[in-house]
T-cell receptor
Framework: DTGVSQDPRHKITKRGQNVTFRCDPISEHNRLYWYRQTLGQGPEFLTYFQNEAQLEKSRLLSDRFSAERPKGSFSTLEIQRTEQGDSAMYLC?????????????FGEGSRLTVL | EDQVTQSPEALRLQEGESSSLNCSYTVSGLRGLFWYRQDPGKGPEFLFT???AGEEKEKERLKATLTKKESFLHITAPKPEDSATYLCAVQAGSFGNEKLTFGTGTRLTIIP
């Protein structure tokens, strides 16, 4: 499978714990995005990387959220001191960034449940 | 702030019954409007990009159109496998703004 891969697919945690999600983009894609989606809503933008540089962050991304993309390959999204409001599907997407606008290829998401 | 509103929230059609989904938007400087399809428990799957008013794109039973204020996704003679949530998203603003703003989607059900 050469699509965007996310791990884990499901995570259940207790309030206050830290969680980390991993995203492996399509290999030649230099742009990587994180979105969050809650039930009945559309995805909300969290952050964006071009290669290893984090170029854009949403105001939704509180200090408890941090994302990295070392060496411009896979990316991790860490949530510290989880809260029940963090329960959502965390979607990763990637694209090849030769042009300014292009279709995003989404992974199947990591579903987080905070008890 | 960019806003995207989709209607209806849900639509049930008989197989073969054509209809349209609406996406209205309020943005400053539209650079692209996107349609995605999302199946339950999966990530969105790209369908179309439209760049300017008057543009149309087609793929199988789907046709997307764009005006200065809204986009329509027309579905002709749908089949049960077309059942999914259809999401509209916009990219707007200055060069380098990579954020997509999504609507809440239209949940389409095709009844055999």
């Amino acid at each position: 499978d050469t699509g965007v891969s996310q791990d884990p697919r499901h995570k259940i945690t207790k309030r206050g714990q830290n969680v980390t999600f991993r995203c492996d983009p399509i290999s030649e894609h230099n742009r990587l995005y994180w979105y969050r989606q809650t039930l009945g809503q559309g995805p909300e933008f969290l952050t964006y990387f071009q290669n290893e540089a984090q170029l854009e962050k949403s105001r939704l991304l509180s200090d408890r959220f941090s994302a990295e993309r070392p060496k411009g390959s896979f990316s991790t999204l860490e949530i510290q001191r989880t809260e029940q409001g963090d329960s959502a599907m965390y979607l990763c997407a990637s694209r090849f960034g030769q042009y300014e606008i292009g279709e995003l290829f989404f992974g199947e998401g990591s579903r987080l449940t905070v008890l | 702030e960019d806003q995207v509103t989709q209607s209806p929230e849900a639509l049930r059609l008989q197989e073969g019954e054509s209809s349209s989904l609406n996406c209205s938007y309020t943005v400053s400087g539209l650079r692209g409007l996107f349609w995605y399809r999302q199946d339950p428990g999966k990530g969105p799957e790209f369908l179309f990009t439209l760049y300017s008013a008057g543009e149309e794109k087609e793929k199988e039973r789907l046709k997307a159109t764009l005006t200065k204020k809204e986009s329509f996704l027309h579905i002709t003679a749908p089949k049960p496998e077309d059942s999914a949530t259809y999401l509209c998203a916009v990219q707007a603003g200055s060069f380098g703004n990579e954020k997509l703003t999504f609507g809440t989607g239209t949940r389409l059900t095709i009844i055999p």
